[in-house]
């Protein structure tokens, strides 16, 4: 009986070290993929839009794929802890999606080499450190061209959240759009301060409106200008995600981040052992930067804002193509010449004709 | 029918069972909770409350979060006990690690020792001048605290975010709203190694023990009781209560001051618009839940920091929402406050006792 019994656990051992060896050669590495999210994933737009893509993660990977996240982490002290803990909980890919977690990032990756990481919108790479963006300045450019068809008090309200480069560069790639087919446009802008707080967007929204603003535009992240827009029969534009739920009567289209092509492809370059620290910044042409259906305007301004679309992912357009003055006359973009990525990644000006100033 | 019957003296014994039956009672309610979203309770409880703190990493963490939490609420609640509202500790914060982290960005080259104890004090000072802007309208124009105060916190913030994103903006920072890291001289050494546990953490426990010192032993702890339950009895017998006013502003904006200099100099390691996640506000709630008792804070900031930690992990390994984390701290506030009647009352069953017998 013992005698049996020790072959039968010997036997049931060396199975299982067998299984597991078979498996381990035949089936690639399973991706575990963690993410740190800046704000609620009900935001219904910047986090939410990543979220969508953590799920296209889940439905194009099955049962090779899982995913966790973390939503509202603050960018400060607690980024850290929140990575590492990703990182100590058997996840393999991590990304961070907001500026901020930038220095957290890198830190927690120099201590596990073995984990890739993705951070959005920063600039820090490393052996296992990518980052990754979208160029949302070229639906903004075609945003500002259906603003310039569109408006009839000429002025265009802004609600922006910091006066960073991302934000700077959408205003002025916007009223670029704007002024190639209405030179008398006028935007007017206010800063929230914030990315997310529907009350304090919702506030200046109100006041822009009240300062004759005929078209919304927004760079914050929760649908509350937009609403308001709708409230006070105004149209605008949706933010990082389609939100015509919230104004199916004021949104002229919106905006949309599309990452779910981008975090797929990277699951899989994990998955199959491929992965590499790159810098990936896609546009139109990419699929990253995604219109949303165009509606609630004329059928011509709605084959302008196709063409404009078309053209831009062409690389026909370039919303920043000299020559282009600064606010105080000097010459940053020659004539005949694009601006470069590092320009647009840097900048912290306004384009001549903005009467507005950028605080510093 | 139950009915509640005061008490003549406050019960001892509530005093300190009562935060413990709170802390039972969450327990009991957040596992219904859990199960109602398909959660497995004991699962759910022992990943909000157990795995955090499981590795001596998780602990040390668990020190971290609290160290900004417990220094500040010492200081709030001193003025608490005298009656002395301070709710901008925020923005004393913010103003303690602009002026000392801005010393740091000064020498941002610097190598010497003293950079970093010349932080403290700047930011010290900078929280305590912070501080003393609400003292001064109090105690010249009796303006009322809570309100000077807490709009001062929203001036530090906006100060801060105008720093980072000009003057003080990083010129290697591809012009993002951030400062340039401190040098290693202006940062706080790791007091255990492979943790972030800081210098900071170790001072929290002394303000804790001289906290408890100030106020059992010192006369100016017994005027401050004093002033804050009997007031006119305080001016009867000479204290100054304007004295009072100031030197809890001042205390108060000092150690929360400091709490956001640890906060730059310790785990962040530079300035940037966003550094505090509101600990100059949820202090007051650590401040209470410890009855304003500088041991009660401690174990207050521990759970503050704990639902904190364990939200993190709920929503890592059990895909549970980051709201979860807002309900039980306040099911928990909800629960404390509940209890505390049991300390002014006592549960009666049945219909009132003739009079004279009541005790």
Known sequence: MNVNLVKRTLAAVVATGALALGMGAAQAEEVKAGFVYVGPIGDHGWSYRHDIGRQAIEAALGDNATTSYVESVPEGADAERVIRQLAQTGHNLIFTTSFGFMNPTVKVAKQFPNVKFEHATGYKRDANVSTYAARFYEGRYVAGVIAGKMTKSNIVGYVGSFPIPEVVRGINSFMLGAWSVNPDVKVKIVWANTWYDPGKEGDAAKALIDQGADIMVQHTDSPAPLQVAENRGIVGFGQASDMIKFAPKAQLTAIVDHWDEYYVARAKAVMDGTWESTDTWGGIDSGMVDMAPYTNMPDDVKALAEETEAKIASGEIHPFAGPIYDQAGELRIKEGEDATDEMLLGMDWYIKGIDAELPK | ????????????????????????????????????????????????????????????????????????????????????????????????????????????????????????????????????????????????????????????????????????????????????????????????????????????????????????????????????????????????????????????????????????????????????????????????????????????????ALTYLGGELAQITLGLPNAVTGLFQGILLFFLLACDVLTKYRVRFGTPAAKGEAA
């Open chain 2, 1 to 304: 029918m139950v009915r509640l019957e005061p008490r003549r003296q406050h019960s001892q014994a509530m005093v300190y069972l009562s935060p413990v039956l709170a802390i039972l009672m969450t327990l009991f309610v957040g596992g219904i909770i859990f199960s109602f979203m398909g959660k497995n309770p004991f699962d759910a409880l022992y990943t909000f409350f157990i795995l955090p703190i499981n590795n001596s990493y998780g602990i040390s963490e668990l020190f971290v979060k609290a160290t900004p939490l417990v220094i500040i609420a010492i200081g709030l609640s001193m003025g608490f006990r005298a009656n002395v509202w301070n709710i901008g500790a925020e923005g004393q914060l913010t103003m303690g690690a602009i002026f000392g982290g801005g010393l740091a960005l000064y020498f941002y080259d610097s190598e010497s020792m003293f950079l970093l104890p010349a932080m403290f004090v700047l930011g010290a000072i900078g929280g305590a001048f912070w501080g003393g802007i609400p003292a001064l309208l109090r105690t010249r124009f009796n303006a009322n605290e809570i309100l000077t105060s807490l709009m001062l916190t929203y001036v530090a913030t906006l100060f801060l975010s105008f720093l980072v994103h000009g003057p003080w903006r990083n010129p290697e920072g591809f012009n993002f709203p951030e400062s340039r890291p401190f040098p290693d001289a202006g940062l706080l050494p790791v007091i255990y190694d492979g943790t972030r546990v800081h210098l900071g953490t170790a001072f929290a426990v002394l303000v804790v023990i001289a906290g408890w010192i100030l106020l059992s032993k010192s006369v100016i702890g017994f005027q401050l009781r004093v002033v804050g339950k009997a007031p006119q009895a305080a001016r009867h017998v000479g204290f100054r209560q304007k004295r009072m006013v100031w030197f809890t502003l001042l205390l108060g904006g000092a150690l929360s001051g400091l709490a956001g200099l640890f906060e730059v100099a310790g785990p962040i390691g530079q300035l940037q618009p966003a550094i505090s996640p509101g600990y100059g506000f949820t202090a007051i709630i650590v401040a209470f839940l410890g009855r304003l008792h500088p041991l009660g804070i401690l174990f207050g900031g521990l759970i503050m």
